[in-house]
């Protein structure tokens, strides 16, 4: 496996703001993935960013609203845009690693929008 | 249909008994299976993975995967109270390239 960090930790922020979610790890990999976990339930992919191309965003998740960087193979971040209380989340990031398709989370971001 | 089925429980069982955890999808092609448990507050760890069919056995732990009847399972045996956590099945679909997570079944061992 390998170490990954998220920052921040957690945040509360007002509507029509914007938040820039951190995930960093230890170790070089291709495929990082963002989700979303709202209260009580499983987690939903955001998008898929590989670096070196523009991220692929799963059906609901647009780039406006959810812009993401991966300038490096360590590292990526989550912008999260006019933030309004529905946006009130966990935002975790993930990475593949190991044996095919296996992929490890990072502590996740928790945010509340009020 | 859901992509990815598990109940959500809580199942409860005592202390030193087996827990099993089931799962069911509907992409025929999956080809990659995977338990993951989620502490509250915590973020989801990768416990078992499974990619034939048959038995997988990791310390307490045996994953069972039958892709004929679309069926992943989680064995757990002598829970302990530590296992009490939300587990949640993920299948890689190759079709949408990603893993699809189930709801979760909550496990609550009790003493």
């Known amino acids: 496996s390998a170490v990954i960090s998220q920052k921040p930790s957690r945040d509360i922020c007002q509507r029509g703001t914007s938040l820039t979610i951190q995930c960093q790890v230890d170790s070089q990999v291709t495929m990082m993935f963002w989700y979303r976990q709202q209260p009580g339930q499983s987690l939903t992919l955001i998008a898929t960013?590989?670096?070196?191309?523009?991220?692929?965003?799963e059906s609901g998740f647009v780039i406006d609203k959810f812009p993401i960087s991966r300038p490096n193979l360590t590292f990526s971040t989550l912008t999260v845009s006019n933030m309004s209380p529905e946006d009130s989340s966990i935002y975790l990031c993930s990475v593949e690693l190991g044996r095919a398709y296996e992929q490890y989370f990072g502590p996740g971001t928790r945010l509340t929008v009020t | 249909q859901k992509e990815v089925e598990q109940n959500s429980g809580p199942l409860s069982v005592p202390e030193g008994a087996i827990a099993s955890l089931n799962c069911t999808y509907s992409d025929r092609g999956s080809q990659s299976f995977f338990w993951y448990r989620q502490y509250s507050g915590k973020s989801p760890e990768l416990i078992m993975s499974i990619y034939s069919n048959g038995d997988k056995e990791d310390g307490r732990f045996t994953a069972q995967l039958n892709k004929a009847s679309q069926y992943v399972s989680l064995l757990i045996r002598d829970s302990q109270p530590s296992d009490s956590a939300t587990y949640l099945c993920?299948?890689?679909?190759?079709?949408?390239?990603?893993?699809?997570f189930g709801t979760g079944t909550q496990l609550k061992v009790e003493l």
């Open positions: 993920a299948v890689f679909t190759g079709g949408g390239n990603k893993l699809t």
């Open positions: 960013a590989n670096q070196g191309s523009e991220a692929t965003y």
